[in-house]
Nanobody, 125 residues
Framework: QEQVRESGGGLVQTGGSLRLSCTGPGRNFGESALGWFRQVPGKEREGIACITWSGNTAWYADSVKGRFTASRVQAANAVDLQMNSLNVNDTATYYC??????????????????WGQGTQVTVSS
């Protein structure tokens, strides 16, 4: 699978917003659902959003539901993540990868997913 590139991270105050973007290396993802994951040092990577290739259906982890919105940008072969009402618990490195949504807010990376370098999001109190 192609490696993805994430961008858009930064430093923001509690209550602020950021928009992340994930793009592929010039080729489509083979109609895969694409998702966002985040990781804090010392903790397991958490799947937080997964959106179908068409962009018609998205799933979210309970921790971000109602605050984060994933969207597909077909022309740019990209998927964005709009993050609102950020809090310090959202501080993490954010990654995107092909995903599987299992229901109950559980989102996993697809088998063989390759990780990019991620983009750091830091929320200050």
């Amino acid at each position: 699978q192609e490696q993805v590139r994430e961008s858009g991270g930064g430093l923001v105050q509690t209550g602020g917003s950021l928009r992340l973007s994930c793009t592929g290396p010039g080729r489509n993802f083979g109609e895969s659902a694409l998702g966002w994951f985040r990781q804090v040092p010392g903790k397991e990577r958490e799947g937080i959003a997964c959106i179908t290739w068409s962009g018609n259906t998205a799933w979210y982890a309970d921790s971000v539901k109602g605050r984060f919105t994933a969207s597909r940008v077909q022309a740019a072969n990209a998927v964005d993540l709009q993050m609102n009402s950020l809090n310090v618990n959202d501080t993490a490195t954010y990654y995107c990868a092909p995903c599987i949504a299992l229901g109950g807010g559980l989102i996993l990376p697809s088998s063989g997913a390759k990780w990019g370098q991620g983009t750091q999001v830091t929320v200050s109190s």
